[in-house]
């Protein structure tokens, strides 16, 4: 079997799916996977499927679109994103994706040179290791904090950051973690980046779903002390992850970003790249301008009530520890006490062992870069994460030392 550590999050989820029990009756409940259309809570908007509904009945958008995007899509997601920033961006700041995967790919890429690296957060998203192995870009890990709301650790940034660093990459708010970072840690990043003249890669790909303490803050505001990339979709904030509509900007004021040179590499790189479908693209200026704030708000109301459910559930099962209730995205980070298990080695025995015999899948710390922690995904309906972490908890009492010294004293 390929061990957890060298496979996608989709891989390991689908072996943890291939060691179900087939005698056990219990429905599967997967935590593991950011897809919340697997629940019939999280739907998304009426106007976001008949505009898709509309462009691809006009049959004007049959054939291919230009290789960095329509046109009029560039337009509307600048004008969207820009309402946000102090400055505002030009369409030519856009290039469209497949899905916010293909910018990352389509980030390491760009940025790949000789003996180049890139600093990554740990705990973060395997994809940025994955496409810089295929690009010969070193990737150096940068530690979140834990106990200060998985804040980066500023201080790695600087013992980390060499002549051959060529960017940092942000994920807020935080997946896998649920955090979402305040407007001065933010600005304390991009200083830091500026510091080391490096740019920022900011995955915004949950940006606008915060419902904590901070609001988001799209690291694009300091494109002015620094130059960011932004990345984007419309999978989570519009519940589409299937539709693979993502882009890539350029948030640099300054223009940087704008040499010929620059400008033509980028252009030529998605000569080769297949963006999404064009009827696809052809809905988002009507997605983005007709969507209504009270399809977004019940967003915001349905992750909340479970966040606070998950973090209310995991306080009554002792061998898990979440150090931050969770303030925005659809996971979070749980600490695993191995110790208080008899037969448990370690996050990947555990889950595996907890999908065979509870059906309920969630994703081990190892393969986003924590050993013995375990992310749960709580964009679920609350009765099906109440079940599961129900279920934890059974699975908890059967493996802990003190079933093990109560068994004892009965024979």
């Not at 994103?81 to 469209?96: C, E, G």
């Not at 909340?304 to 659809?330: H, N, R, V, W």
């Not at 908890?396 to 109560?406: A, C, D, E, F, W």
Request: aromatic content about 8%; charged content about 20%; overall charge neutral.
């Amino acid at each position: 079997m390929e061990t957890p550590t060298n496979v996608t999050i989709k891989g390991i989820l689908g072996i943890l799916m291939a060691s179900l029990d087939e005698e056990n009756k219990k429905r599967v409940i997967s935590l593991g996977m950011g897809d919340p259309t697997a629940y019939s809570c999280f739907t998304t908007t009426d106007v976001v499927q008949d505009s898709v509904a509309q462009t691809l009945e006009s049959q004007k958008f049959n054939g291919y679109a230009p290789t960095i995007g329509l046109p009029q899509t560039r337009k509307a997601i600048s004008e969207y994103l820009s309402n946000d920033l102090p400055y505002t961006l030009s369409p030519d700041d856009v290039y469209i994706t497949a899905g916010c995967t293909q910018a990352i790919e389509v980030t390491i890429s760009i940025l790949a040179k000789p003996n180049a690296n890139i600093l990554v957060p740990k705990p973060g998203f395997p994809i940025y290791e994955l496409c810089a192995a295929f690009r010969n870009v070193e990737i150096r890990h940068y530690d979140l904090l834990p106990k200060k709301g998985w804040e980066v650790d500023l201080n790695a940034i600087d013992e980390l950051a060499d002549e051959n660093t060529v960017a940092i990459v942000i994920i807020n708010p935080g997946n896998p973690c649920g955090n979402v970072y305040s407007y001065q840690h933010l600005k304390k990043i991009a200083e830091a980046a500026k510091r080391h003249k490096i740019l920022v890669v900011a995955d915004e790909v949950y940006g606008h779903l915060a419902f904590g303490e901070n609001p988001f803050v799209p690291m694009g505001v300091f494109g002015s002390m620094v130059p960011v990339i932004t990345l984007g979709s419309l999978s989570k904030r519009w519940l589409v992850p299937g539709w693979r509509l993502g882009w890539f900007i350029t948030t640099d004021p300054n223009g940087i970003f704008k040499n010929a040179k620059t400008v033509e590499r980028l252009k030529k790189y998605f000569d080769i790249c297949g963006g999404p479908a064009t009827f696809i693209q052809a809905a988002v200026p009507r997605i983005l301008s007709d969507t209504k704030e009270v399809f977004f708000a019940r967003t915001i109301r349905l992750l909340k009530q479970s966040s606070d459910l998950c973090f209310e559930k995991l306080k009554g099962i002792p061998c898990l520890t979440c150090p931050q209730k969770p303030q925005g995205a659809m996971s979070v980070m749980v600490k695993l006490n191995v110790s208080l298990l008899k037969d448990i080695r370690d996050d990947i025995d555990f889950c595996f062992k907890l999908a065979k015999e509870e059906s309920v899948i969630l994703l081990p710390g190892l393969t986003v870069g924590l050993k013995n922690w375990v992310r749960i995904t709580f964009a679920a309906e609350p009765s099906s994460l109440e079940e599961a972490l129900d279920r934890v908890k059974s699975f908890y009492q059967r493996h802990s030392h003190q079933q093990k010294v109560q068994n004892d004293l009965i024979l």
